[in-house]
């Protein structure tokens, strides 16, 4: 379903700069529809961001190839995801070939990203917690991707990132941030450049924004 708008999107996000074809591919097969509410599926190939309720969103496709072409995952790499949300990154990162852990603090968004992934049989290890403080027991990871915005660079992270590793993570206010692509050399050693003007909803929790 839906072959020709992903085929369409696949080509505007392309126009946008994206050049790597394993993200170019993997958007294209992974069915952007199948993680969104009912009745957002006739804009799901839209280039925009959608709600999936409890005020949250699934990332306009855009963000997700540019996030995913930074982060630059090979196969059999070990990529941690912050927030999970709809799914759809996590999808878009197996489909990529990696070994995916995900976190996701909202039980109800987790509960659904976790029947997704049993539907379409993606095997993705996932929990439900404060992911600012990343996930210990499979550390170090070779990528880790933020999807929601911090007010800093949580440094839990930068531990859990291999060395060599690189994390994708936006940084700013609550409304607007730079996306950090920080390579991280050694231990105390890291190499950081940053993309401007995204906008996520906010990385809630220890070393994030305080809840409200
Ligand atoms: N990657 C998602 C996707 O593909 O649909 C989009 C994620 S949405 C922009 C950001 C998500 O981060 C929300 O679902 C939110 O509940 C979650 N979140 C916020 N703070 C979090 C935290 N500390 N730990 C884990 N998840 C968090």
């Known amino acids: 379903m839906y072959e020709t708008e992903r085929l369409l999107l696949i080509e505007q996000i392309k126009k946008k700069g994206i050049t790597n074809q394993n993200v170019l591919d993997a958007m294209s097969k992974v069915e952007r529809h199948l ?21 949250q969103t699934i990332s306009q496709p855009y ?12 196969p059999g790499q070990k990529i941690l995801e912050i927030g999970t949300g ?15 852990f995900t ?11 976790l029947k997704i992934f049993d539907k379409l049989n993606l095997r993705i290890a996932a929990r439900c917690s404060d992911g600012s403080i990343g996930w210990l027991e499979f550390a170090p990871y070779d ?15 930068l531990k859990q990132l291999a060395a060599g590793g690189r994390m994708i993570i936006p940084v700013g206010d609550r409304t607007v941030q730079s996306l950090k692509i920080i390579t991280k050399i050694s231990d105390d050693e890291f190499d950081t450049k940053e993309a401007p ?9 220890r070393e994030g924004w305080k809840e409200k």
Do not use: C
Not at 63 to 74: G, R
Not at 143 to 157: E, F, K, M
Not at 197 to 205: D, M, N, R, S
């Open 35 to 55: 993680f969104v509410p009912d009745i957002m599926q006739q804009h799901a190939y839209e280039d925009v961001a959608l709600p999936i309720g409890y005020g």
């Open 197 to 205: 003007y995204f906008a996520f909803v906010p990385l809630v929790g």
């Open 143 to 157: 990528g880790i991707i933020v999807t929601a915005g911090s007010p800093g660079v949580p440094q839990n992270l």
């Open 63 to 74: 963000t997700v190839a540019f996030m995913t072409q930074a982060l630059d995952p090979k």
């Open 86 to 100: 709809s799914g759809y990154q996590a999808a878009i990162l197996f489909q990529l070939g990696t070994k995916v």
């Open 103 to 113: 976190i996701e603090r909202n039980d109800k968004l987790y509960n659904s990203a």
